[in-house]
């Protein structure tokens, strides 16, 4: 049958959680969580605390699995979402990736760097890594260009970290 609930507890190592069915006032056991694929490929998709999911269980609500997660009045589809854009968004926006599927272009970012700027940064360093001189190509980097590759670096440092 299926039920409505909220996240109890998550138990990432295992890929399951217990539910909440508040309807009949119990706790579900350990349920696993429902994923695209599950042995070469791998995916998780984790789940918060009293996020509303939908499950399929059993009579008994003893055996169950959770299909995913539902959008409410409180918690809403992503900003610009559309039959032609897959968006992922994590962490109340802190990291978006936005996939035109008409287009075939992607935009990934983030409130502090964004990799079109990390990009258009990389083509300015590498132009200015081709400097040429009166004499032939300049092997030595200007100081603007070194300036520019340590504040590329603090900005890729800061997606990765």
């Known amino acids: 049958m299926l ?3 909220f996240i109890t ?3 990432h190592a295992k890929g399951c959680v217990r539910v909440n069915f508040a309807s009949d006032q119990i706790v579900s056991n350990p349920l696993p969580v429902s994923v695209p694929a599950s042995k070469k490929d791998k995916y998780t998709f984790p789940f918060s605390i009293n996020e509303q999911v939908w499950c399929l269980m059993d009579e008994n609500c003893e055996f169950g699995v959770v299909g995913g997660a539902i959008y409410s009045r409180k918690d809403k589809p992503p900003q ?5 854009k897959l968006i992922t968004e994590m962490n109340d926006g802190k990291f978006r ?3 035109d599927k008409a287009s075939g272009k992607f935009k990934i ?8 700027e990390l990009f258009e940064d990389l ?3 590498i132009e200015n890594l081709k400097v040429k001189t009166s004499s032939g190509p300049s092997v030595g980097l200007l100081p603007d260009t ?3 590759l340590n504040q590329f670096e603090q900005k890729y440092e800061k997606i990765l970290s």
């Open 123 to 125: 083509k300015i360093l």
């Open 80 to 84: 610009g979402a559309r039959e032609d």
């Open 9 to 11: 507890e998550i138990d």
């Open 97 to 99: 990736l936005e996939i």
């Open 146 to 148: 070194i300036e520019r």
């Open 109 to 116: 970012s983030n409130p502090e760097v964004s990799f079109k």
């Open 3 to 5: 039920k409505f609930g």
